[in-house]
């Protein structure tokens, strides 16, 4: 903590990550080096203007074995019929104050009402966020704004609660119970992250963009792509590869673009829960060069599979720079100590679930660390 928080201090003055993390942030915060090709700087959440994209059931028919359909960041937005609770919305209530919130459905339409017993409001709801395990929030149009509901639907307690990040205090009016107005820079980051094809010419494609994380949100639009693949040029395959990025650009930049890296935490203001931030967190772990490729994002999780509950799963990875106390076992890249405790489940104790009150789950924390009794969740 004491080395973090060293890092904090110099970085507000601007001088002092050299310093603190050397060669860790050689290649880390800088632009990569400008390209002939189009692709060279993308990132999940920017726009290549120009370049179509084709739609994931193109690419697997070429790319069976990659085919990403089945996993989780798949289903990171989802139109209302297709979510995993549809038939358990219209037994969700809330009540804030006078102020009540259900949801009923009307064919394939789900729609949100805000009521306050004489006068309600009732919108469709275009678009449900989040793939489940935690929850679902939901977006829908009023008065030509797009708005964030003021209450999410959480797996944990089968029920609604307040959306995390949005105000508890007692609604003004009904307007005001609706929830958030989300500004237009923001709202075009949201979609950028939890679908493709959502942002074409700097304007948001609410209606036709791609539901979910699929291939062209993390390789890009695939209009060259299929030209190159058709004209057998292999020098210049028009799509990007986020594992040819070394594993502290993949990590903090790349995967960080949208779960939340280093430097998008500093730029951060108030008091906000990390530890939903994985790759911020990982950075932080002491002891574990962030440049190691043992230690990037795809090190643990496929995203082109779904995300595995099972902690034994994981401690094969661990194994690759730890020691096992079993004396018996021993690799060349084993130069890490053991574990003086046990050598399985490793993640249950040095990755610990802690919960997020407002949200109603237990995220894995990604701050590797021995963790001690009574201590404070580091932040």
């Known amino acids: 903590m004491k080395t973090v928080k060293l890092f904090l201090i110099l970085t507000t003055f601007g001088f002092g990550i050299y310093f603190c993390f050397g060669n860790y942030l050689s290649t880390y915060g800088q632009i990569r080096i ?45 139109k209302p019929q297709n979510s995993q609770f549809w038939d358990k919305f219209p037994a969700a209530k809330f009540q804030n104050g006078g102020y009540s919130y259900k949801f009923t459905k009307q064919g394939e339409r789900l729609i949100y009402t805000v009521s306050n017993g004489p006068n309600e409001i009732s919108e469709p709801v275009i678009y449900g966020f989040g793939e489940g395990r935690a929850g679902q929030v939901f977006v829908f149009r009023h008065n030509n704004e797009i708005y964030e509901s003021r209450v999410t639907f ?21 307007e005001d119970a609706l ?11 949201c979609f950028s992250c939890h679908s493709a094809a959502a942002v074409i010419d700097r304007k948001l494609q609410i209606e036709t963009l791609q539901t979910g994380v699929n291939c062209e949100a993390c390789h890009g639009p695939g209009e060259n792509h299929l030209v190159a693949v058709k004209s057998n040029n292999s020098q210049d395959l028009q799509i990007f590869n986020p594992a040819k990025l070394s594993p502290i650009d993949l990590s903090q930049e790349f995967c960080g673009s ?8 500093l730029e951060m203001s108030g008091e906000i829960v990390t530890v939903r931030f994985q790759p911020y967190r990982l950075f932080n772990s002491e002891g574990h060069n962030p440049n190691d490729a043992r230690l990037s994002c795809i090190a643990c999780h496929s995203p ?5 509950q099972t902690p034994t799963f994981y401690d094969a990875k661990c194994l690759t720079c730890h020691l096992s106390n079993d004396k018996n076992v021993k690799k060349t890249t084993q130069t890490a100590p053991f574990c003086p405790v046990k050598n399985e489940n490793c993640v249950t104790c040095h990755m610990p679930k802690t919960e997020v009150p407002d949200m109603h789950f237990n995220f894995t924390d990604h701050w590797i660390r021995v963790v001690r009794a009574n201590e404070k969740i580091p932040k």
């Open 34 to 78: 400008q390209k002939k090709d189009l692709f060279a700087n993308w990132l999940p959440n920017r726009e290549i203007p120009g370049v179509k994209f084709v739609g994931s059931e193109t690419c697997n028919s070429c790319h069976t074995k990659e085919s990403q359909s089945h996993s989780s960041m798949a289903h990171a937005l989802v």
């Open 154 to 174: 959480y797996n944990k307690i089968n029920n609604l609660d307040f959306t995390i990040a949005q105000t508890r205090d007692k609604p003004t009016s009904l």
């Open 179 to 189: 929830g958030r107005i989300i500004p237009a820079n923001e709202v075009q980051n």
């Open 258 to 265: 949208c779960h939340v890296g280093f430097d998008k935490v």
């Open 304 to 308: 082109h599979d779904k995300i595995i």
